[in-house]
């Protein structure tokens, strides 16, 4: 049975990022002790904003949710992650973990190392990707294919190692995770985490484009999908959210 502390709704998410924000130098300025708000009247803000004045945001008395790795297939193959902080589960092994594995997890750079080696998985690998570790291009999958002989699966992190969005079998573009929110803006994304509440950044301009898909995926979810993600300049206006 899920946590009773776990916010099971958009409102009730929003409501606890907003909470921790408040106790954030750079949120106290302009949220009110209570009251309500929509996520439209947050302001955007460019990576370059927060990274220049990144204690500004830290909510002292918050802790950041430790993000979860989910494998999109079942049963979980082992699966050796090559970079730390997800949640340990026990078909997951740590960077410096030994033993048996069926297939590995890394960022596409380092995934890209690995392929050079020539080594065979069992099954299909994952590649993160996102504004910390780039993207993965149509060279990539070729080069990984040929050398590990298994598809791979896309995983967005986010400026925290957040899992913002992930492939699905079907590969038509990255599942909005229900802890994310997605914004289209002039074809710029920006995203809003309701896990990370040390550090709470709303609408945060990643310099990554996309457009946003609502329609089901052939995999038969409704989660709206990140599509055509690319890098791209700051921009404004924006266009859709999702949830």
């Not at 092994?93 to 690995?114: C, H, N």
Request: charged share 25%; with cysteine; glycine share 6%.
């Amino acid at each position: 049975m899920p946590s009773r502390n776990i916010p099971r709704t958009l409102t009730e998410r929003l409501e606890r990022l907003l909470e921790s924000a408040r106790n954030s130098d750079y949120y106290s300025k302009f949220l009110s002790p209570s009251g309500d708000i929509d996520l439209n009247d947050l302001p955007l803000i460019t990576a370059a904003e927060f990274y220049s004045s990144r204690n500004d945001f830290v909510n002292r008395r918050g802790q950041n949710e430790t993000p979860e790795l989910r494998y999109p297939l079942q049963p979980e193959p082992v699966v050796k992650v090559l970079i730390p902080g997800f949640k340990p589960v026990p078909w997951i092994l740590g960077p410096s973990s030994e033993g048996r594995y069926d297939t590995i997890a890394a960022p596409v750079d380092k995934l890209r190392q690995v392929a050079r080696n020539g080594r065979e998985l069992r099954y299909p690998c994952i590649a993160f990707v996102g504004p910390n570790h780039g993207l993965m291009t149509g060279e990539d999958r070729e080069l990984f294919w040929k050398s590990f002989r298994v598809p791979t699966f896309e995983v967005f992190l986010g400026i925290h190692g957040e899992v913002v969005a992930e492939e699905c079998e079907a590969h038509e573009g990255l599942h909005v995770r229900e802890t994310t929110v997605v914004e289209s803006c002039s074809g710029q994304l920006a995203v809003t985490s309701f896990d990370c509440l040390r550090t709470p950044v709303a609408r945060l301009l990643i310099g990554m484009s996309g457009r946003m898909e609502h329609r089901p995926c052939a995999c038969g979810s409704s989660a709206p999908r990140i599509m055509d993600l690319t890098m791209a300049p700051v921009t404004r206006a924006v266009v859709a959210a999702t949830a």
